[in-house]
């Protein structure tokens, strides 16, 4: 089985910016009700349409107060009991990050090191990419960050 997902966050300065669960330096960050990190509810949905699921918004929807300023860890987190809970596992992970700035080259190991160890992969089971949006169109006026992420599972 595979699932795909992809997310995308509006930028505006001061405020945070996480992906796949690391803080990263940033003189922007995500406008969203939880923290926005785009990384992880890409491989949210991923996870949850490698079993046919649904997605993010069903389970976790953006109105409940529950999930302001929410860890996404915790989405995760459910996507994969909910995998388990129908008899699958998960088999790899790839994801492509789109952001204008800051480069994340220096980031991209952290990154791929922590979801590994929220999916209880080895890391070479996870792979992270990251593109500039080479200053086109919303990623490139850095106007937001978008990721996308595939995910195999098997029984
Ligand atoms: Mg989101």
Known sequence: MVGIGNDLHRLEAGRR????????????????????????????????????????????????????GADSRQFVAEALRIMHSRGLRLVNIDAVIMLQTPKLSSYKAH??????????????????????????????????????CVVQAEK
């Open 17 to 68: 910016l996480v992906l796949g669960g690391i803080e990263i330096e940033s003189e922007l960050g995500c406008v969203a009700h939880s923290d926005g990190d785009a990384l992880l509810h890409a491989l949210t949905d991923a996870i949850l349409g490698a079993c046919g699921a649904g997605d993010i918004g069903d389970l976790f929807p953006d109105t409940d107060i529950k999930y302001k």
């Open 111 to 148: 990154i791929r090191r922590n979801i590994a160890e929220i999916c209880g992969l080895d890391e070479s089971l996870v792979n992270v990419k990251a593109k500039t949006g080479e200053r086109l169109g919303y990623i490139g006026n850095s106007q937001g960050v978008e990721a996308i």
